[in-house]
C-alpha cells in the first residue's frame, strides 16, 4: 500500500515519461487535442452548408453569381507547396541543417501570406457580400473561418520563424517547429476539404 | 495503442494522402459533373473501407525490429503478466528455470485501463496498481535469487512488450494470463500477435488465481489448528 502511495504522488508531482515507442508526448497531445476540437468547428459550418444546399436545395451558386474556381485552385496549389515546405523545414533541422530549417520556414511563411492576400482580393472581386443570401453567407463563413487559421499558423510560423533567427531549434530539441507543423497541415487539408466542396462540388 | 498522427511526418503523409484521394473527384467534377464527382468520391469510401477492414487483414504485420540477442551464456526473459502476478503457478514457471546469474528477468507489467482514461492520459490509478503488484513478484523473485527487474508497460500488451524488447535482448518471451474463457489478453489473441509479431520463443503460462485460492484455503483448513 505504501509503494502505491508513493508511485501514486511521483505520478502526480511529474507525468509519466513517455515510453520508447507507444506514448504520445504530452505537448503533441495538446496540440491534437487542440486540433480535433478545430476540425469539429469546420464541422459545424460544414453542416451548415450541407444544409442550405442539400436540405434547402439552393442552387451553388445562384445564378447570376461565381465561383473564382480558378484562382481557388491555385490557392490550393499554394498551400500544398506550403505543406511542403514546412516538412522540408523539419525535415532539415532533424538533420541538423539550420540553413534549411530557416528556408523552410520563411518560404512557408510567404506562401501563407500569399495565399491569404490571394484570398482577401478574391473576396473584394466575387461580386457578392455576405449579405446575399445563405449561400454567400456560407461561403464566406467558412472559407473566412480557412483564412482566419491561415492567419494563427501564419502567426506561429512568425514565431517559428523569429525563434530560428535567434538560434533556437536544434536536431534533439524542435518541439516548436513540430507544433506548428501539424497545424499547418490541418489548415491544408482543411483547405483542400473547403476547395473542393465549396467550389468544385 | 499506437496513435497514427504521432508527428509532423505522420500529418504531412496524411495531407498527401488526402490531396491524392481529393484529386480525382475534382477532376471529374470540373470535367464531367457534380453527380459523377460524388459517384468517385462513393467509391472511393467504399475502396478504402475494403483496403482498411478486408485486405488488410490479410496481410502479417511485419516482424519488430528488436535489439539482437546476446551470445554471453546468460538466458534473458521477458515475462508479461499484470492480474496473474501474483500467481503461484507463474512464480512455479520462473522459479523452475535455473537460478543465479544465468537467468535473467524482465518483468513488464501493462497498466490496465479504460480507453477513456487512457486517451485523456489519466493512468496515475492504473500505473500505481500495476506498479504493487509488480514490486510482489520482483521482490519475491529476487529473494530466490534470481536478477529480476521489472517496469510498467502500455496497456496493450502486445506493445508493452515490444518497447520493453527494443531495451532487452530477450532469449523468450514468457506470457501469463488467467484461463482461457476468463482471459481478456487471449480474447484479444496475445499470442498470436506476439508470435506474429516477435521473431522469439512464447511461453503461455495459465494462472487459475481462483483454483489457487481455494487451495490455499482447503489447505488452511486441513492444517491442524
Given at each position: 500500500?505504501?509503494?502505491?502511495?508513493?508511485?501514486?504522488?511521483?505520478?502526480?508531482?511529474?507525468?509519466?515519461?513517455?515510453?520508447?515507442?507507444?506514448?504520445?508526448?504530452?505537448?503533441?497531445?495538446?496540440?491534437?487535442?487542440?486540433?480535433?476540437?478545430?476540425?469539429?468547428?469546420?464541422?459545424?459550418?460544414?453542416?451548415?452548408?450541407?444544409?442550405?444546399?442539400?436540405?434547402?436545395?439552393?442552387?451553388?451558386?445562384?445564378?447570376?453569381?461565381?465561383?473564382?474556381?480558378?484562382?481557388?485552385?491555385?490557392?490550393?496549389?499554394?498551400?500544398?507547396?506550403?505543406?511542403?515546405?514546412?516538412?522540408?523545414?523539419?525535415?532539415?533541422?532533424?538533420?541538423?541543417?539550420?540553413?534549411?530549417?530557416?528556408?523552410?520556414?520563411?518560404?512557408?511563411?510567404?506562401?501563407?501570406?500569399?495565399?491569404?492576400?490571394?484570398?482577401?482580393?478574391?473576396?473584394?472581386?466575387?461580386?457578392?457580400?455576405?449579405?446575399?443570401?445563405?449561400?454567400?453567407?456560407?461561403?464566406?463563413?467558412?472559407?473566412?473561418?480557412?483564412?482566419?487559421?491561415?492567419?494563427?499558423?501564419?502567426?506561429?510560423?512568425?514565431?517559428?520563424?523569429?525563434?530560428?533567427?535567434?538560434?533556437?531549434?536544434?536536431?534533439?530539441?524542435?518541439?516548436?517547429?513540430?507544433?506548428?507543423?501539424?497545424?499547418?497541415?490541418?489548415?491544408?487539408?482543411?483547405?483542400?476539404?473547403?476547395?473542393?466542396?465549396?467550389?468544385?462540388? | 495503442?499506437?496513435?497514427?498522427?504521432?508527428?509532423?511526418?505522420?500529418?504531412?503523409?496524411?495531407?498527401?494522402?488526402?490531396?491524392?484521394?481529393?484529386?480525382?473527384?475534382?477532376?471529374?467534377?470540373?470535367?464531367?459533373?457534380?453527380?459523377?464527382?460524388?459517384?468517385?468520391?462513393?467509391?472511393?469510401?467504399?475502396?478504402?473501407?475494403?483496403?482498411?477492414?478486408?485486405?488488410?487483414?490479410?496481410?502479417?504485420?511485419?516482424?519488430?525490429?528488436?535489439?539482437?540477442?546476446?551470445?554471453?551464456?546468460?538466458?534473458?526473459?521477458?515475462?508479461?503478466a499484470n492480474e496473474t502476478?501474483?500467481g503461484?503457478a507463474?512464480?512455479?514457471?520462473?522459479?523452475?528455470?535455473?537460478?543465479?546469474?544465468?537467468?535473467?528477468?524482465?518483468?513488464?507489467?501493462?497498466?490496465?485501463?479504460?480507453?477513456?482514461?487512457?486517451?485523456?492520459?489519466?493512468?496515475?490509478?492504473?500505473?500505481?496498481?500495476?506498479?504493487?503488484?509488480?514490486?510482489?513478484?520482483?521482490?519475491?523473485?529476487?529473494?530466490?535469487?534470481?536478477?529480476?527487474?521489472?517496469?510498467?508497460?502500455?496497456?496493450?500488451?502486445?506493445?508493452?512488450?515490444?518497447?520493453?524488447?527494443?531495451?532487452?535482448?530477450?532469449?523468450?518471451?514468457?506470457?501469463s494470463t488467467h484461463p482461457p474463457g476468463r482471459s481478456n489478453w487471449l480474447e484479444?489473441?496475445?499470442?498470436?500477435?506476439?508470435?506474429?509479431?516477435?521473431?522469439?520463443?512464447?511461453?503461455?503460462?495459465v494462472v487459475d488465481l481462483a483454483?489457487?485460492?481455494?487451495?490455499?484455503?482447503?489447505?488452511?483448513?486441513?492444517?491442524?489448528?
Open positions: 500500500m505504501e509503494s502505491a502511495s508513493i508511485a501514486h504522488a511521483a505520478h502526480a508531482a511529474h507525468p509519466p515519461e513517455a515510453h520508447q515507442s507507444s506514448r504520445v508526448d504530452s505537448r503533441l497531445l495538446g496540440v491534437l487535442l487542440f486540433i480535433i476540437s478545430e476540425a469539429m468547428l469546420f464541422g459545424s459550418f460544414f453542416t451548415a452548408y450541407f444544409f442550405v444546399r442539400v436540405v434547402q436545395g439552393v442552387d451553388w451558386p445562384p445564378e447570376p453569381f461565381e465561383f473564382p474556381v480558378l484562382i481557388a485552385s491555385m490557392n490550393t496549389a499554394i498551400l500544398l507547396v506550403s505543406s511542403g515546405t514546412v516538412h522540408w523545414a523539419l525535415h532539415s533541422i532533424k538533420k541538423g541543417n539550420r540553413l534549411g530549417l530557416q528556408v523552410g520556414l520563411v518560404v512557408t511563411f510567404l506562401l501563407g501570406v500569399m495565399f491569404l492576400v490571394t484570398q482577401v482580393n478574391e473576396y473584394f472581386k466575387a461580386g457578392f457580400s455576405i449579405e446575399d443570401g445563405a449561400f454567400a453567407s456560407v461561403f464566406y463563413g467558412l472559407t473566412g473561418l480557412h483564412g482566419a487559421h491561415v492567419f494563427v499558423g501564419l502567426t506561429l510560423l512568425a514565431i517559428m520563424n523569429i525563434r530560428t533567427a535567434r538560434g533556437h531549434f536544434s536536431p534533439e530539441s524542435h518541439m516548436g517547429v513540430e507544433a506548428a507543423g501539424i497545424y499547418w497541415h490541418f489548415v491544408d487539408i482543411m483547405w483542400i476539404i473547403v476547395w473542393s466542396t465549396v467550389y468544385l462540388l | 495503442m499506437i496513435n497514427p498522427l504521432r508527428s509532423e511526418e505522420d500529418a504531412f503523409r496524411f495531407t498527401l494522402i488526402v490531396a491524392v484521394l481529393l484529386a480525382p473527384i475534382a477532376l471529374v467534377a470540373v470535367i464531367w459533373s457534380t453527380g459523377a464527382a460524388l459517384a468517385v468520391a462513393g467509391g472511393l469510401v467504399i475502396g478504402l473501407l475494403v483496403g482498411l477492414f478486408v485486405l488488410r487483414r490479410e496481410e502479417p504485420p511485419p516482424k519488430a525490429d528488436l535489439r539482437p540477442r546476446r551470445r554471453d551464456g546468460k538466458h534473458r526473459i521477458l515475462v508479461v502476478l501474483s503461484r507463474l512464480h512455479s514457471e520462473i522459479s523452475g528455470r535455473p537460478p543465479g546469474t544465468e537467468t535473467e528477468l524482465r518483468i513488464v507489467c501493462p497498466a490496465l485501463n479504460t480507453k477513456i482514461k487512457h486517451w485523456t492520459n489519466e493512468e496515475d490509478e492504473a500505473r500505481a496498481d500495476a506498479q504493487q503488484r509488480l514490486e510482489g513478484l520482483l521482490a519475491s523473485l529476487r529473494r530466490e535469487g534470481f536478477d529480476a527487474r521489472g517496469e510498467i508497460g502500455d496497456d496493450d500488451p502486445v506493445q508493452a512488450m515490444e518497447d520493453a524488447l527494443r531495451l532487452f535482448p530477450a532469449d523468450e518471451v514468457m506470457i484479444h489473441d496475445i499470442l498470436e500477435r506476439a508470435r506474429e509479431r516477435f521473431d522469439l520463443p512464447v511461453t503461455h503460462v483454483r489457487e485460492r481455494a487451495a490455499a484455503r482447503s489447505n488452511i483448513g486441513a492444517s491442524p489448528t
